[in-house]
């Protein structure tokens, strides 16, 4: 996998509990994995359609080589990495603010 991507649009759900974005029609043109142990760069864009006006979010997933050629360097960081992870599980509770356009 070099890179996948893929686009989530505003959900106009009356449902409370629904997905604030989503897209119900992504169909990969090919398989990817991620993969166990591998570091990724993960980014999230804001774009709008030139065609439609539309607004939407497209995800970016891709290996970062930069992480991979530099481990040996930064190894001494492990555990300040393990740190960081923890205070991001305690994260998980707090309220999500809406993404504004």
């Not at 009356?14 to 090919?30: Q, S």
């Not at 359609?49 to 995800?59: A, F, I, P």
Request: aromatic content about 12%; glycine content about 2%; overall charge negative.
């Amino acid at each position: 996998m070099e890179k996948v991507a893929f686009n989530i649009f505003k959900n106009e759900s009356e449902y409370e509990n629904a997905p604030p974005y989503r897209n119900n029609e992504f169909v990969p043109e090919e398989d990817f994995v991620l993969k166990a142990g591998v570091p990724y760069e993960i980014s999230l864009f804001k774009n709008t359609s030139e065609k439609t006006g539309t607004q939407y979010l497209r995800v970016s997933v891709k290996v970062n080589e930069w992480a991979i050629e530099n481990k040996d360097v930064y190894a001494h960081l492990k555990d300040v990495t393990d740190s960081i992870k923890e205070q991001e599980v305690d994260k998980k509770d707090l309220p999500n603010a809406p993404i504004e356009f």
